[in-house]
T-cell receptor
């Protein structure tokens, strides 16, 4: 059975304090590893898709990386507007996209 | 570009009542999905439609029915609502199933069953 586990459940950072969020996955024949951002009362907003180990993608202060067992979302010098829940999801193909329960990030001034 | 649009945004139902959640996408995607999101559970797939004219069950289909009305629209119906169906519902779409295609989500529908 496919599994996606995110850690930590919650993270509080000071503005400018870099950190990483972890996504561990067990998916047969990974076809894609996705990162989404979700603000309160909103739907998940697509950030990145990673397809193979060693791949990296960047967007502003965010960088996503992928190994054969994990993905990391690195946040460099975060700002309060980066506060959100970050969701990780993985698929081995077909229509089955397995989501983790998310990391709730709070960035304080 | 509206993307994926869901209605209604909020709804309160009494146990046993029925209702339909509507969803439309303007990205010309072939596949559409309905998910529910509950605290501590992550997003779970209820039903999906890989292409116009087809629908299939997901992880948690009991108590729900769906209709793919055309390529743009995919509705979710609760025939006899139960308190366990209190949740946030998200409609989503993608170009095609599988192959790592990105799934894009709507803004959500908050449903409370009392």
């Amino acid at each position: 059975e496919d599994q996606v586990t995110q850690s930590p459940e919650a993270l509080r950072l000071q503005e400018g304090e870099s950190s990483s969020l972890n996504c561990s996955y067990t998916v047969s024949g990974l076809r894609g590893l996705f990162w989404y951002r979700q603000d309160p009362g909103k739907g998940p907003e697509f950030l990145f898709t990673l397809y193979s180990a060693g791949e990296e993608k960047e967007k502003e202060r965010l960088k996503a990386t992928l190994t054969k067992k994990e993905s990391f979302l690195h946040i460099t010098a975060p700002k309060p507007e980066d506060s959100a829940t970050y969701l990780c999801a993985a698929t081995g193909g077909g229509n089955k996209l397995t989501f983790g329960t998310g990391t709730q990030l709070k960035v304080e001034l | 570009n509206a993307g994926v649009t869901q209605t209604p945004k909020f709804q309160v139902l009494k146990t046993g009542q029925s209702m339909t959640l509507q969803c439309a996408q303007d990205m010309n995607h072939n596949s559409m999905y309905w998910y529910r999101q509950d605290p501590g559970m992550g997003l779970r797939l209820i039903y999906y439609s890989a292409s116009e004219g087809t629908t299939d069950k997901g992880e948690v289909p009991n108590g729900y029915n769906v209709s793919r009305l055309n390529k743009r629209e995919f509705s979710l119906r609760l025939e006899s609502a139960a308190p366990s169906q209190t949740s946030v519902y998200f409609c989503a779409s993608s170009e095609a199933p599988g192959y790592g295609n990105t799934i894009y989500f709507g803004e959500g529908s908050w449903l409370t069953v009392v």
